[in-house]
């Protein structure tokens, strides 16, 4: 069963922090270059292990249908938000598809792994 605070607070989440540091980004004018892209993947990253992890489920495939929704609420606010200044141009940076991918595959990687010790504990109480 789908935890829904879980599945779209995360990803309103994830997008309002991203945000947040990328205004921040622009306000000490650190946008040009590869280096403050590189710089809000990495942040970007480390939310979505966190959000990934804070589900506590043990498989990668419980957490996708998670991990496709927080990607989707990524592209719908960037739309939302960007459509008034870019409209679609946004979606020419690849940066941007970068962060996409790596909101979908890095919450995969923090599936808590079930030991064999744990099962047969279970058997044993």
């Known amino acids: ?3 829904y605070r879980s599945l779209f607070g995360w990803g ?30 990495l942040v970007l990253s480390v939310i979505a292990a966190i959000a990934g992890s804070s589900l506590h489920f043990s498989t990668w495939k419980d957490i996708l249908p998670y991990s496709l929704t927080w990607g989707l609420c990524m592209a719908i ?29 890095v919450p995969l990687f923090f599936a808590r792994g079930i030991a064999i010790t744990d099962e047969i504990s279970k058997w044993h109480t």
């Not at 989440?13 to 280096?35: P, R």
């Not at 938000?81 to 909101?103: C, K, Q, T």
């Open 77 to 105: 606010l960037n739309t939302i938000m960007s459509w008034p200044f870019i409209a679609w141009g946004v979606f020419v940076e690849p940066y941007v598809w970068m962060s996409y991918v790596l909101v979908i595959i």
């Open 1 to 3: 069963m789908l935890k």
């Open 12 to 41: 309103v989440s994830i997008y309002a922090i991203v945000h947040m540091v990328w205004t921040g980004f622009l306000s000490y004018e650190f946008v040009d270059g590869t280096a403050p892209h590189i710089a809000i993947l």
